[in-house]
């Protein structure tokens, strides 16, 4: 989830196992006003370093931003600033 409003944004993440049940989560709220796809980028960045947390050893993120999934899926195919950041963050 995420969300920018009044000049605020934020997102949240919930980190669930094979069988649905909530394994943890987090958020980030900052009271100030982000672009929509950098905040999909830092909300996808997050869940990262959530997986990272927990220890979790196969990995599934899904993203309402087709522009995330793309540079993900794109790996080192896409030569953008956000291809960038994910490579450095998942170590592909």
């Known amino acids: 989830m995420d969300a ?3 000049g605020c ?14 394994m943890g989560g987090c958020y980030s ?3 100030e006003l ?5 905040e999909k980028m830092d909300a996808f960045r997050e869940g990262i370093k959530l997986a990272e947390k927990l220890k979790v050893t196969k990995l599934i993120l899904e993203s309402d931003s087709a ?3 793309n540079a993900v899926n794109k790996k080192g195919n ?3 600033w956000a291809s960038a950041l994910i490579r ?3 170590r592909f």
């Open 9 to 22: 944004s934020g997102f949240g993440i919930i980190a669930r196992d094979h069988d649905g049940f909530v």
């Open 4 to 6: 920018i409003l009044n």
């Open 78 to 80: 896409d030569i953008t």
């Open 34 to 38: 982000m672009d929509v796809t950098w």
């Open 88 to 90: 450095i963050d998942c």
């Open 67 to 69: 522009w995330v999934v």
């Open 29 to 31: 709220f900052i009271d």
